[in-house]
Structures are given as C-alpha cells and as structure tokens.
C-alpha cells in the first residue's frame, strides 16, 4: 500500500547536503555582504570562521585552521601540492574521491616513490601496510562507497611522515585523533550543510614545519601557496583569505556552526548521524532485498549510507525517479561510478523522524518496480 505519510523534508543528498533543521535564509546575519572581506567586520566574520571550527571540533591549541579556495578539493589539493615530494608516499583509496588523489599523485606530480594500495568498493585497503616514515594519504569517509576508516590505531603516533586526510564527509560526523592526523580538509556544504565553494584546511604543528623548511620542486599556483619567504602565511589561518570568499556562503557557515554549538556541539552531531543510521540498519536487517555496501559494520559510513539492491541496474534507477517523483527523497541514486544502488545521506542535518518516514516508501517504490 502506498504510505501515506511523506518526510518533512525529502533532501538526501551526499552533497550538498540538506540544510540544518529550522534553517531559514532570511535569517543570516548579512552586515558583511558589500563590505570588503578585509573591512574589520569581513575579517572578524572570517575569523569567526576558523576559531568556532577550532573550538566545536576540540583541535589541539597548536593546530591550525584556515579558509581556502574551491571547496575540499581546493583545500586537499593544496596539501599535497604544497608538501609532497619529500619523502615516499603510501596511498590508500576505496572510491573514486582517494582514486582522483592517487591518479593525481601519480600522474600530475609524478612522485616515483609511489605505493598506492586499492580495495573495491564496499572494502578497506590493508591499512596496516602504511610505514610511518612515509607520507600517508587517504580519505575518512569514502563518499561514494560507504566506507569509513574506524579509528586511527594503525597510525603511528612516532611517525615521521605526515599523514593528509580527506575527511570532507567526516568532520562533525565522525570522532578524529587529530594528533594522528597532519593535514585535514573538509567542506561546508556536506556534515553542517552550508554551501560550496570554500575549503577548510587544519594543520598540525609538523605539516607546518615541513612547509617551512620543504619547497616542492614543482610551481606553486598563487591559489595554493601558504608561505611567504619561508614562513607560513598565517593571515590565512586567522580569516586573511587568499583571495576574495563569499561572504554570503560565510554568513551561512557561521549560521550552521551556531546551530552546532546550539543542539550540543560535535558530540551531538556525531549522535544525530549515529541515530540515522541505525533507522537504516533496522530497516535493512528487515528486508532481504537490501544490503550494505560495506557489510562490515566497523567501516560502515554513518553520512553517505550506500545500499545495493535486488534490482536490475535500470530498475534502481526507477526506483529513484519514483521517489524523486514522489517528492520523498530526492537525489539518493548511487555516485555514477559506484554499483548501482541507492545513497542515502544520514549527516547531522537529516532528521531522524524524516528517515523513519522515508522507510515504507522505499518498500512500495521496490515492490512497484519489481512488479513492473
Ligand atoms: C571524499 C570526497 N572528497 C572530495 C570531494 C570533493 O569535494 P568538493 O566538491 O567540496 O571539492 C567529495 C565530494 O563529495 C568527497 O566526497
């Protein structure tokens, strides 16, 4: 039977992901927009930025968080342009976000001392396999698989190399060891759903030793350079942006960071997500036509929660189009590299409720398409 109740709000998607509950536009603080973001006010409110991130997220006092641009991918490449080449590298990937980082450290900047260790979809690579004296880069979440890294035990905490994490669907939703982690880059638009466009840069006292005392042999885009005669740049990592940011896409950042704060703060939004996923698994554990990607619930994601189907691949894509159709979950097919199936955001931002009502629907858009 068709059911009757539709979720509040029908946005699932894995990026950009649904805004915050309550979230009401007319609402953001807008005295920035107009000004130069480098007024007292654009420099406060930037500031604000890298400081409440620093605070909600509990970074040691000696890390470093900066706004820079083009999103994550601005944010990660900047790193590894920045600082590899020293040492080898060992890359660890699962999906096609770690892929574009190991095709790019291979094939753009071309580092022969090269490991690159590939687990399909739904897997984990040996994380084991690391040495740490080389750099070690990897992603928290893999987005478009459903994979997570469980914890940061196989990083050695005497290592000599640095380690740079992706953790774009990570942060606010998952518990870090920071001191395990050198370099971290995320963006607004995915665990706090604010918007795109900018990226978030922490460093940790040693990725900023080696920017200091390390000139990659390669040329530095203006856009990508933290240093200045040697020294950081740390203007950067007190709201001196590169270049110019959207001061609208700000105001709605700080938006999303009060609301954080407000429900409880990273513990809080680790819990929401937590909750949403185990809505998932009931339903999941009480239907054999559905499975997770990762049937290893250890690195099972708790944001983009990826599910294969006893569907041909045209029918999931049905099944999507039903729903979206419906208007009770909108753009939750699979990543097109990935095996078909349905990807089903379960950040901070999505309600619990929401998700507890999207669950009979998937029920009647399977049984509708299986029947034809
Ligand atoms: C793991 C991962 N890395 C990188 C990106 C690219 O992020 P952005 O579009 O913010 O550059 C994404 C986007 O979904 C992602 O999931």
Not at 95 to 100: K, L, M, T
Not at 175 to 204: C, N
Not at 209 to 224: G, H, M, Q, V
């Amino acid at each position: 039977m068709k059911p009757s109740v539709k979720p509040g709000n029908p946005n699932f998607s894995s990026g950009p992901c649904s805004k915050r509950p309550g979230y009401d536009v007319s609402t953001l603080r807008l005295d920035t927009l107009g000004r130069s973001h480098r007024s007292a006010l654009g420099k406060a409110a930037l500031g604000r930025v890298c400081s409440q991130t620093a605070e909600l997220l509990k970074l040691p006092a000696s890390y470093r968080v900066g706004v820079v641009p083009a999103s994550d991918t601005g944010a990660f490449e900047m790193a590894m342009w920045s600082l590899l080449g020293q040492r080898p590298v060992d890359v660890f990937s699962w999906e096609s976000f770690g892929e574009g980082w190991a095709s790019d450290i291979s094939k753009q900047l071309k580092i022969r001392e090269l490991r690159s260790f590939v687990a399909p979809y739904g897997e984990l690579p040996d994380l084991g396999q690391s040495n740490p004296d080389h750099d070690i880069v990897f992603t928290w979440n893999g987005t478009t698989s459903g994979v997570r890294v469980s914890d940061g035990d196989w990083i050695s905490a005497d290592r000599t190399g640095l380690t740079l994490c992706d953790a774009t669907s990570a942060v606010f939703a998952m518990p870090l060891p920071w001191e395990k982690l050198d370099v971290v880059t995320f963006s607004w638009q995915k665990v706090l759903g604010g918007e795109g466009a900018h990226g978030m840069l922490i460093l940790s006292p040693r990725a900023v030793a080696r920017l200091e005392s390390y000139t990659p042999p390669w040329p530095l885009p203006k856009i990508f350079r933290m240093v200045k005669g040697g020294k950081l740049i740390d203007g950067i990592f007190s709201g001196e942006t590169i270049n110019t940011p959207s001061m609208l896409c700000v105001a709605d950042y700080l938006d999303a960071l009060d609301w954080a704060e407000k429900i409880g703060g990273v513990q809080e939004t680790i819990a929401r997500s937590q909750r949403n996923l185990a809505v998932l698994e009931r339903f999941v554990e009480n239907h054999e036509w559905m499975h997770f990607l990762a049937k290893d619930s250890g690195i099972r994601s708790n944001t983009s929660v990826c599910l294969t189907l006893d569907l041909a691949p045209e029918q999931v894509k049905a099944m999507v189009r039903l729903l979206e159709t419906e208007r009770v979950a909108l753009d939750i097919g699979a990543y097109r590299d990935a095996p078909a199936g349905l990807r089903i955001w379960c950040g901070a931002t999505v309600e619990t409720s929401d998700l507890e009502k999207l669950m009979p629907w998937l029920e009647w858009a399977f049984d509708n398409v299986k029947q034809g």
